[in-house]
């Protein structure tokens, strides 16, 4: 717990939104150190912000809510840098926007490597089917269907099963990423830039 965290003052009322920020910070901060949802206690985590922990309980109904809402934050980030990237594209060309998407989820993940080990190195205590539909990573996957289905109307025909395909460029742009990031060779950013038109390559034909 950082010395500052043991004096934070009591929130004055009507700073809720203060206090629920100041709980995502700490949230993530000790996620960093203990890398799990079942390592994290509820009661670190108020200390860690400086409050009693019930407090918690005013704005998240149990870790696992606490936890997505932490991670949301950084999945939004994310899905707002490939909306904007695929704003900028051809409009008239869906294949260019979801070229745009998947470069855009590259360099993201190359421009804040921390944040982007913590969505995914993150271990998550497993939920049932109705409640993992509400996790923060639809973002990504919702993008990419609705990317896909513009693909489809302009006469594109995805290979393989069209349900999986998200999925299959999620995996794919991911695991791109995670070798690039480690492995020791020159780091250059263009390389994922190739890898994206390889996919797009082998899951798109007209």
Avoid at 68 to 89: D, K, P, Y
Avoid at 126 to 140: K, T
Avoid at 153 to 165: F, L, S
Wanted: aromatic letters at 6%; charged letters at 30%.
């Amino acid at each position: 717990m950082s010395e500052s965290a043991a004096v934070r003052p009591r929130n004055p009322r009507g700073q809720g939104e203060r206090l629920r920020a100041d709980l995502l910070r700490a949230t993530e901060r000790l996620l960093e150190e203990v890398g799990s949802e079942d390592a994290l206690s509820l009661r670190a985590v108020a200390r860690e912000a400086g409050v009693a922990a019930p407090s918690i309980y005013r704005h998240f109904a149990d870790k696992t809510e606490l936890v997505w809402a932490t991670l949301e934050v950084s999945f939004e980030r994310l899905a707002q840098a490939m909306t904007q990237a695929a704003a900028r594209a051809d409009a008239d060309d869906p294949v260019e926007r979801l070229r745009a998407q998947l470069r855009a989820y590259c360099r993201y993940a190359v421009a804040h490597p921390a944040t982007y080990r913590l969505l995914y190195e993150t271990r998550q205590t497993p939920v049932g089917p109705e409640r993992l539909s509400g996790h923060p990573a639809r973002l990504l996957v919702h993008s990419w269907s609705d990317a896909l289905a513009a693909c489809e109307a302009a006469g594109w025909r995805v290979r393989g099963t069209r349900t999986e395909a998200p999925g299959m460029l999620w995996s794919s742009v991911h695991g791109r990423v995670m070798l690039w990031q480690v492995m020791p060779s020159r780091k250059d950013a263009s390389r994922l830039d190739r890898f994206v038109d390889e996919i797009l390559f082998l899951l798109l034909e007209r």
